[in-house]
Nanobody
């Protein structure tokens, strides 16, 4: 089993920044990819950003240029630096890890006040 612990969510004013972290632990043999998804009220969960073990990244169009995903392979941790936040970024953010199968974190709330 793999456990994911997310941190860094909270309340921020529009234009502000937050940094999310997700640390994976447990029976980790090889993590292929890590990423962040978000789900706003009444909407489907959507990809925000992902990164492979080789460092290949993918971003949703709505966050390109504002968010940066990175990972520390030695710590099995993925980060999401979020800048220039706006109200549309308000959502629960979930960490996802692919290691043989996919694992999801419990989610962390990000609220951007306008």
């Amino acid at each position: 089993q793999v456990q994911l612990v997310e941190s860094g969510g909270g309340l921020v004013q529009a234009g502000g920044s937050l940094r999310l972290s997700c640390a994976a632990s447990g029976s980790i043999f090889s993590i292929y990819a890590m990423g962040w998804y978000r789900q706003a009220p009444g909407k489907q969960r959507m990809l925000v950003a992902s990164i492979t073990i080789g460092g290949l990244t993918n971003y949703a169009d709505s966050v390109k240029g504002r968010f940066t995903i990175s990972r520390d392979n030695a710590k099995n941790t993925v980060y999401l630096q979020m800048n220039s936040l706006n109200a549309e970024d308000t959502a629960v953010y979930y960490c996802r890890v692919v290691s043989g199968r996919e694992y999801w974190g419990q989610g962390t709330q990000v609220t951007v006040s306008s």
